[in-house]
Nanobody, 115 residues
Framework: QVHLAESGGGLVQSGGYLRLACTSSGSPLRLDPMAWYRQVPGKERELVAS???????NYGDAVKDRFIIARGNAKNELYLHMHNVKSDDTAVYFC?????????WGLGTQVTVFS
């Protein structure tokens, strides 16, 4: 069993920067791909960005050219660099990873953008 934990959420001013991190514990499985999702109340969870071990990266249209996803040196370590944040970026952000057909999720971290 892999346990994912997000950190780095909080309050950030519009136009500012925030970095989210995701770390894992438990099983030594290497998850691939890994991704960040976000969700606001009343809406479906949406993909923010994903990254695979072979270097394939995808971004949601709403964050292209502003957010950067990266894997860290430690196994299943994942980051999201959020540049030029907007009020629409306010959401709970979840770390996600896949091993074979099994999906793993963190509990989420709240990001709130204020003007």
């Amino acid at each position: 069993q892999v346990h994912l934990a997000e950190s780095g959420g909080g309050l950030v001013q519009s136009g500012g920067y925030l970095r989210l991190a995701c770390t894992s514990s438990g099983s030594p499985l290497r998850l691939d791909p890994m991704a960040w999702y976000r969700q606001v109340p009343g809406k479906e969870r949406e993909l923010v960005a994903s990254i695979s071990l072979n270097g394939v990266i995808n971004y949601g249209d709403a964050v292209k050219d502003r957010f950067i996803i990266a894997r860290g040196n430690a196994k299943n370590e994942l980051y999201l660099h959020m540049h030029n944040v907007k009020s629409d970026d306010t959401a709970v952000y979840f770390c996600h990873g896949r091993w074979s057909t099994v999906e793993y999720w963190g509990l989420g971290t709240q990001v709130t953008v204020f003007s």
